[in-house]
């Protein structure tokens, strides 16, 4: 092995096991100990030296005590359940969304197409934290959405949608509508449209086309788009806690007021770990369809 | 292509509308009067006067374009060297290991991240800071870099760079005069990318930053969480303006250079 192969090969590697595994290991640690050594000044208490007899004493030490405090404390049950339930709903209205999107831009003229490709990704570029803050001025109770609404005399009076739940699910929605129309489009717009003409020559009418041959077609995409929008909702922070209100339990905001506000790392640790198990699960269901979308290209 | 239906404009009008609207209403109401928010008072630029005032902001502003330019080089670098060992490299020890590392900070909650970044900085005595966010940054962007550097140099013909060795290039040689122009579009929009997600990111930054290196994202998510204000709109519209142009003109320069090639091309056919 030459020494430039060497550097090539080490440089990223070690920067990546110090500054990503060895801090990960770090909160699987700190989640099984005590409160008392994990505050600051943290001592680590695994001392490699010390040698069978430091490991024997770490491994004593031990404790699962904060994930029974996790298990004991509902609040963090109901927010794991809650996680997952606004995960999977406002995945399911972004799918509803999304698709009738990436639908019309594949059906749309090839000369508009780049153009519209560029709309999609636009938002993206642009910072995620105002467009999160961007529905703050139109949910509010004097905000844009109720003048509206009062002026065309719809309602009588502001309703109540920042700061609960709906706005959560508008933020998200929101913000994460790229992730699946652009998979989507991609699977749409390599359809053969000669399997369609053949569709209806042989009888269907247009709509049972598109239920027995465009769909089908299409599903690679929505696969792909309802992972990637998923995966990082579960664990989303931003979105509850700046649209969200008190009673929004997502695990995500637990997980950082817990660390913020009230300083208990071995629980955030906890938190955190499992977290992970839970995001884990979709990302290997993700990463197997993946492959097998490759390898069905080959 | 079948025809385009009335269907398909109406969904696109729709979405389209949803996408922009948002942000279109936060630039129209930046350039308000009234403290209000909701309720027009003429047209007015004090908000873009006061924010320029205020001290506290310039300076975030400031340690975030240093953090962003320094994450993303560095990431830029690092991921560079990651894409190359992992196309490239052949069999080495831990090429699982190292692939999986760069794929693993991509999916991974932020707030895992941050947790874990943070819980190793006080465990080695790192005081946090300017440095602890870039640190931060360099590791969560390399795996942006390496994914976008790394699909360039799949596609791209291994037989040039072993031309070059053959025709007397030192590795390194063969590295910056063949591979590095040739992936260089890669690596720019790695750059770009990482620089972008440097610029925007909240959770990790809030983690790792201490008291003396509030980042823009920080300074306005604790401005915003009590509510809508004026000034934060002028300044949204700032950065929207910013990445709006920035796009804009990447996809011109980039639809230049594709027109020029397919021209180029033809002109070759044709003589």
Same mark, same amino acid.
């Given at each position: ?12 590697y ?7 595994? +060895?801090?990960f290991?770090?909160v699987?640690?700190i ?6 050594l ?5 001592t680590p =208490? ?16 031990l404790?699962f ?5 996790l ?5 963090y ?9 606004i995960?999977?709903?406002?995945? =399911?209205?972004t799918l ?6 990436a $639908?019309? *831009?594949?059906?749309a ?7 519209? *490709? ?12 105002i467009?999160? $803050?961007s ?5 509010g ?8 609404? *009062? ?8 309703? =109540? ?12 929605? $929101?913000? $994460? ?6 998979p989507?489009? &991609? &699977?749409?717009?390599?359809l ?5 003409? %053949? ?5 269907c009418?247009? =709509?049972?086309?598109f ?5 089908p ?6 696969v ?29 905001k ?9 300083r208990?790392?071995? +629980? %955030?640790s906890?938190?955190a770990v ?7 699960v ?13 390898? &069905?290209?080959? | 292509?079948? #025809? ?8 696109l009008?729709?979405?389209f ?9 936060l630039?129209?109401?930046s350039? /308000?009067g ?37 994450s ?11 894409a190359?060992?992992i196309? #490239?490299?052949?069999r080495?020890?831990? #090429? ?9 900070? @991509? ?15 006080i465990a ?8 602890? @966010? ?38 390194w040689d063969?590295?910056? !005069?063949v ?25 990790l930054a ?5 008291p !003396?290196?509030?980042t ?5 998510f604790s ?9 934060? /709109?002028?300044?949204?519209?700032i950065? @929207? ?5 920035g796009?804009?003109?990447? !996809?011109?320069?980039n ?5 020029? #090639? ?8 044709? !003589?």
């Open positions: 092995m030459n020494y430039r192969r060497l550097f090539l090969i080490g440089v990223p070690v920067w990546l096991l110090a500054l990503f595994l +060895v801090p290991i770090i699987l640690k989640s099984l100990s005590d409160i008392a994990a505050i600051p000044p943290y =208490t695994l001392h490699l030296s010390d040698g069978w007899e430091g490991l024997k004493d770490f491994f004593s030490k404790d005590d904060n994930f029974l405090f298990k004991s404390d509902p609040l049950w109901k927010a794991y359940v809650s996680s997952l339930q995960a999977i709903l406002s995945t =399911t209205i509803l969304v999304g698709y009738p999107i $639908y019309g *831009m594949a059906r003229p090839e000369e508009w197409r780049a153009t519209l *490709m560029m709309l999609v990704i636009l938002p993206f570029w642009t910072s995620f934290l467009r999160v $803050y529905w703050m001025g139109i949910l109770k004097e905000g844009f959405l109720n003048s509206a609404l *009062m002026w065309l005399g719809i309602v009588d009076e502001p309703l =109540t949608i920042l700061n609960t739940n709906t706005a959560v699910y508008i933020g998200i929605v $929101y913000t $994460y509508l790229p992730f699946m129309i652009l989507i489009y &991609a &699977a749409l717009e390599k053969d449209v000669s399997l369609l003409e %053949a569709a209806e020559d042989l009888g009418t247009r =709509t049972t086309a239920w027995l041959v465009t769909l077609l299409s599903r690679p995409g929505i792909a788009g309802c992972f990637l929008v998923f995966i990082p909702v579960i664990g989303e922070f931003v979105i509850p806690s700046l649209l969200g209100g008190s009673n929004t339990l997502m695990i995500g637990i997980l950082f007021e817990e660390f913020s506000s009230n208990d790392w071995p +629980v %955030a906890a938190v499992l977290l992970l198990l839970i995001v884990v979709p990302i290997v269901l993700f990463q197997r369809s993946q492959e097998r979308q490759a390898e &069905a290209q080959k | 292509m079948r #025809r385009f239906s009335w269907f398909n404009a109406t969904s009008t729709l979405g509308a949803f996408l922009y609207l948002p942000m279109l209403i630039i129209i109401y350039f /308000n009234g403290r209000n928010v909701a309720i027009w008072a003429g047209f007015s630029t004090k908000w873009y006067g006061e924010l320029f005032r205020d001290q506290a902001f310039l300076d975030a502003a400031w340690v975030t374009l240093r953090v962003g330019l320094m993303s080089t560095l990431a830029t670098i690092l991921g560079t060297m990651a190359y060992v196309v #490239r490299g052949g080495f020890k831990g #090429r699982t290991v190292m692939s999986g590392m760069l794929y693993a900070p @991509i999916v991974m909650p932020e707030v895992i991240t941050g947790l874990s970044l943070l819980l190793l900085f080695i005595g790192l005081d946090r800071g300017l440095v602890t @966010i870039v640190l931060a940054h360099t590791t969560f962007t390399m795996c942006f870099v390496s994914v976008v550097v790394s699909s360039r140099l799949v596609t791209f013909d291994q037989s040039l760079e072993e031309a070059a060795l053959d025709l007397g290039c030192t590795p063969a590295f910056f !005069s591979t590095l122009p040739i992936i260089a579009p890669a690596v720019i929009s790695g750059w770009l990318l990482a620089f972008t997600l440097s610029l925007d990111d909240l959770v809030s983690f790792v930053s201490g !003396s290196s509030t823009l994202p920080i300074k306005i401005a915003v969480r009590l509510g809508v204000s004026p000034k934060i /709109n002028a300044l949204s519209t950065m @929207i303006a910013i990445v709006a142009f796009v804009i003109t990447a !996809s011109l320069i639809k230049r250079s594709v027109t020029k #090639r397919l021209k180029d091309e033809q002109e070759a056919a044709a !003589s």
